[in-house]
């Protein structure tokens, strides 16, 4: 059937209709393209920061915790 989602080995997506008085958590995984090795640099770690934080100022969201795993 067309209206059955395709098999994925992702988590499934919060729906978008949760109402905006609900908390809501993400747990939020990122992987480099081709798995590259690019938090090995303290450089490539607080641009992301400053990204990151950029985002969150121009935004409602919180960020609890961050981690940056070299590998």
């Known amino acids: 059937m067309k209206d ?6 992702h988590l499934k997506r919060i ?9 809501v ?3 939020v995984t990122v ?4 798995r590259r090795k690019v938090f090995i640099s303290h450089d490539a ?3 992301a920061l400053e990204s ?3 985002c969150t100022d121009s935004t409602d969201w919180n ?3 961050v981690c940056f795993m070299p590998d």
């Open 4 to 9: 059955e989602p395709p098999d994925r080995k």
């Open 15 to 23: 729906p978008v209709w949760i109402p905006d008085s609900q908390r």
């Open 25 to 27: 958590f993400y747990f």
């Open 31 to 34: 992987c480099c393209h081709h």
């Open 45 to 47: 770690v607080r641009i």
């Open 52 to 54: 990151l934080v950029k």
């Open 63 to 65: 960020v609890w915790q």
